[in-house]
Nanobody, 124 residues
């Protein structure tokens, strides 16, 4: 099983980035995919998730309205209106099954597989 996150980089405040999570070795239609981020000195934060079937999405309040998640051949996180506080290492992760709450999708310790992370830096 391999999850590979890519697409990070450096942008100015207000800019956009699109992260990709390439998944291999597991059937995407059985796994929820979430994006987490971790800033220096902070814990890992769940920010967006998409259900195994792709029919529902979840967002943390800090990114709602600015970020979008989608699933195709990979899982994508479109990040718009970026702010300096969005700077972090972004990870994608896969969890088997379905949940019905944001809490279910953002419990990092319940995820089965993790990607290596991609760095996003937003300058003011």
């Amino acid at each position: 099983v391999q999850l590979q996150a890519s697409g990070g980089g450096s942008v100015q405040s207000g800019g956009s980035l699109r992260l990709s999570c390439a998944v291999s070795g597991i059937p995407l239609n059985y796994y929820a995919i979430a994006w987490f981020r971790q800033a220096p000195g902070k814990g890992r934060e769940g920010i967006s998730a998409i259900t195994a079937g792709g029919g529902a999405t979840y967002f943390a309040g800090s990114v709602k309205g600015r970020f979008a998640i989608s699933k195709g051949s990979a899982v994508y996180l479109q990040m718009n209106s970026l702010k300096p506080e969005d700077s972090a290492v972004y990870y994608c992760a896969a969890r088997y099954g379905y949940g019905s709450s944001t809490n279910w999708y953002f419990r990092a310790d319940e995820y089965d597989y993790w990607g290596q992370g991609t760095l996003v830096t937003v300058s003011s």
